[in-house]
């Protein structure tokens, strides 16, 4: 056991913002002096109310989420989106077109496939998702209720280099892996969720930011806790939330502002993923399979080509206080999530890890 912190690469739950943890330390058993934890405290009480418009406010502020959108914290994580967006959002034509970029996507479309029509209008499955393939407007059916895309692939470690033109077919993103690390304009989507556990907040939650009038068309069938309405019209409090995620998430939202908002998180993410490529594109032990271009910034992938020398590195690796290196158990081979909290003291010392191992290892 060791009283030092390691730099913890895993993919999620991941690395907090030290500060936060700090502060949320501090705060635990008495709330800013209030008497009780967050953990005890009614989600009906003026200081949670307080907490949650407070984190609600911070993440309009840090995204400019435009007024005529909805914010929604709602259990069940990046998983049960799956479920809600086709069971809210199939209104219509009962179709919706979903492009394959990895594990996460086609778990989504397989939910999907339940409730209706799903066409898958790309994969880049046939090369084990290494790039993300262009689709714009005239690849979708012109009656789809709906178009979804994973913005950021944790797994296979890409990301899209462009938000697809889908016209007046709204958008729909799972942000999970890549939400406060890049500016995005909302209002090209018509909803966006993300499970917090990467960038935002301890696991359990997802945020949701969709927009109004796609609210209210879960048929009657829908079960209450699944309809979007219900969040949205009972301020994410229908029923008990998870309070401590919630107002851990809030507390990241204040120190992204703090820190200079989103767009002072990208300049570290870009400084600190170049980095790294970087070594990599130049090392002769280890290689990125990812499309130059579609790189994500969040999670790096990289292979030696000898998976007995990956699960070397990647034991030697946590000896060294770099852990969860290991890639994901469907590939194998190795992934960096260098999230927003990960320093880039953290990347130096994986970087510093690589040379020594491929020293040790030619
Ligand atoms: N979507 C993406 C892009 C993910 O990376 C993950 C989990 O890692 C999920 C969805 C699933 O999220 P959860 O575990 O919160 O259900």
Known sequence: MSNERAYNFSAGPSMLPLPVIEDVAANLANYKGCG?????????????????????????????IPDNYKVMFIQGGGTLQFAMVPLNLLRKSGKADYVITGTWAKKAAKEAEKFGDIKIVASSEDSTFSYIPKVNREDFRPDADYVHITLNNTIYGTHYPY??????????ADMSSCILSEEIDVTKFGLIYAGVQKNVAPSGIAVAIMREDLIGFAKENVPTYLDYKIHADNGSTYNTPNCFSIYVA????????DMGGV?????????????????????SLYNCPVNKEDRSLMNVVFVTGNPDLDKKFVAEAKAANLHNLGGHRSI???RASIYNAMPMEGVDALIDFMKKFEEENK
């Open 36 to 64: 009780e934890s967050v953990m005890e405290m009614s989600h009906r009480s003026a200081e949670f109310k307080a907490i949650l418009a407070d984190a609600e406010q911070n993440l309009r502020d840090i995204m400019n």
């Open 163 to 172: 938000i697809p033109d889908t016209g007046d077919i709204p958008l729909v």
């Open 250 to 257: 809030g507390e990241v939202f204040k120190y992204i502002k």
């Open 263 to 283: 767009p002072a998180m990208h300049k570290l993410d870009v400084e600190k993923a170049d980095k790294l490529y970087d070594y990599i594109d130049a090392s």
């Open 332 to 334: 194998g081979g190795m």
